[in-house]
Structure formats: C-alpha cells, structure tokens
C-alpha cells in the first residue's frame, strides 16, 4: 500500500488514510525548513533600500491611483471638482465675516490686504490640515486593496497627499487671481513659493505616514483629528498676523511665548508662503515690525527633513502588519 493506513479504534479492517504532515528533514519547525527551502513571508518588511527602490518603481501607479481618487471624490455632486475650490473659499470668508468685520483683527494690516493674507492662509493650511487627515485613514480604507496586493503599504498616504497637493494647485490659480486682483503687484519673490511648497509636501508626507500608522491600529484617532487640527489652525496666525502679534507687550512679557509660536510649522509655511506673494505684506513686516524672516526658512527646511525620515521610518517599522486581523 503505498500510503499509510490506520486500524479502526474496534482493531477491525482499515480505516480512511490520513495524510500525514510533510516530513521536516531533521528540522524543528516549519519556519526552518521554510528558510532552508529559501522561501520568504509574502508581506515581510523587506530592506530599507530594497524598500524605497520599490516605491520609486511604482511612482507611475501612484500618481494615476491619487489622479482617479481624486476625480471620483466629486463624481456625485453636482458642481464637482469647483469643490476643490470652494470649500477653502467658503472657510476663508466664514472667517473675514466673523474675524474681519466682527472682531476685526485685521487692524494693522495695510488697506486692502487681508483678504489676501487671509485666503492665502487658509489656501496653504488646508494642504496640511486634510493631508494629515487623509493620511490617517489612508490604510484603513484601503484594507481590501492591502489584502489583494503586494506592494508597499507607504505608496497609499504618499498617494492622499498627492491628492490633497492636485487640490492645492488649482486652488492656487484662484488666490493668484484674488492677489493680483487686490492690486498685489507680480514680483520674481513669487519664485519662492516653489521651494516653500516643496518642504511643506516633504512635511504633509511624513505627518501623513506617521497619522496612517496610528489611524491604521487605531480609528479613534480620526474622530480626534478635526478637534487637533482647529486648534492648530488657531495657534498658526491664518486669521491673523501672529507678526504683529508676537511685537504686542504680553509676548514681550513672555517672549518664550513668541519662540513657541514663531517655530510651528502650521505657521511656519503659512508665513513664508505670505511673504512670498503678497508685496505689501512683506513690506509691512520688515518695515514696520522690523522683523527678520530668514531664520522661517532654517525651520521650514529642518521640520520638512525630520519630519519626513521619522514618518517614513515609523510607518515602515510596522509594514508587515498592515491589513491584519
């Protein structure tokens, strides 16, 4: 008989045959005859370098899974993609009627230059503020694609913010138009919004891929976040000059105060988009508060590289988990 055959318990004819385990060659455990064999886990974290190589191949796919992601976030509504545009619109002038007219916190600002300042802000907040967001559901609400694919697990919040970035330059066509169109004059400092940009994508990429690892093990987090990021929004001088703010006597009584304030990055990006585009702006600061703004550029470049190798380093740790249980 060629297979083996097991007596009844009754001690009568033959049984059915059971199969049994395949034999291990000496070996303890089916993990080492796996690894003498050379076969390897399908969803181990491979090398780093391996890692990002692989990555690099798959920019194409990317590019064309944030593309259709986005053009299918506004298939059901009506006006579409004009929404990429008029939800910051809106915010910004929710917050002239309340802070502009109510509160009027725009005093001290030139004449005709907070509606710039102010939807230039929001414009540039918004880039953070729903890449963050976004990045923290990015593997959770891709589980079945996790599941069905091999590929690395870091290529779906790179993707959301690439989404969040497409949204962020047509809103740019609009605010250029709302600068020039208060008289903002087009100067070569408007060159400098492309390195301002590029460190603030390096920064959204790493917070991104930090929140998609807490998001992915933890869905609590994206009911915290609207909450974290309003909070933000009111510490990053958006719906005011937190320049003016920081020359007021309670932040020279505490000037501790204005160093927290001056090194967040919300703020950070904001202001040294604001200083780029917006002449009269950049003329009030530096001739009527006297403030120097190199320093904003040391800091914009030092969050962006830290903030991107810690993200990508935290969400690689963990890539073989993602899509679990």
């Not at 903002?184 to 959204?204: A, G, I, K, S």
Request: aromatic share 14%; charged share 10%; net charge positive.
């Amino acid at each position: 008989m060629s297979h083996p055959e097991r007596l009844g318990a009754s001690g009568g004819g033959p049984a059915h045959a059971i199969a049994e385990p395949p034999q291990l060659n000496g070996h303890r455990s089916l993990a080492e005859f796996a690894t003498k064999q050379g076969l390897k886990q399908s969803a181990a974290r491979p090398p780093m370098g391996s890692y990002i190589s692989q990555l690099w191949q798959r920019r194409h796919f990317i590019w064309a899974f944030a593309s259709a992601k986005n053009i299918a976030m506004y298939t059901e509504s009506r006006l579409g993609q004009v929404w990429q545009v008029l939800t910051p619109l809106l915010n910004a002038a929710v917050y002239y009627l309340i802070f502009g007219l109510l509160l009027g916190v725009s005093r001290g600002l030139p004449h005709n230059t907070f509606i710039p300042f102010l939807v230039c802000g929001v414009f540039i907040f918004t880039f953070t503020q729903r890449s963050v967001q976004t990045g923290a559901k990015s593997v959770g609400d891709n589980l079945s694609l996790i599941r069905a694919l091999h590929f690395p697990r870091a290529s779906l919040p790179l993707a959301y913010t690439i989404i969040e970035l497409q949204q962020l330059l047509v809103s740019m066509v609009v605010l250029f138009v709302i600068v020039l169109g208060f008289g903002e004059p087009l100067t070569l400092d408007w060159l400098l919004l492309v390195p301002v940009l590029m460190m603030q994508v390096l920064f959204n990429v790493g917070m991104s891929l930090v929140l998609a690892r807490i998001g992915a093990f933890n869905r609590d987090i994206q009911q915290l976040l609207p909450f974290i990021m309003r909070t933000w929004l009111y510490f990053s001088g958006i719906i005011y000059s937190l320049s003016g703010l920081m020359n007021s006597s309670k932040i020279h009584a505490h000037p501790w105060i204005g160093k927290v304030l001056e090194a967040n990055p919300g703020y950070i990006y904001v202001e040294l988009s604001r200083l780029s585009i917006l002449d009269s702006y950049r003329g009030y600061v530096h001739e009527t508060l006297h403030e120097q703004t190199n320093h904003l550029w040391w800091y914009g470049l030092g969050w962006s590289v830290v903030v991107f190798v810690i993200g990508f380093w935290f969400f690689f740790r963990a890539e073989e988990r993602y899509g679990r249980g």
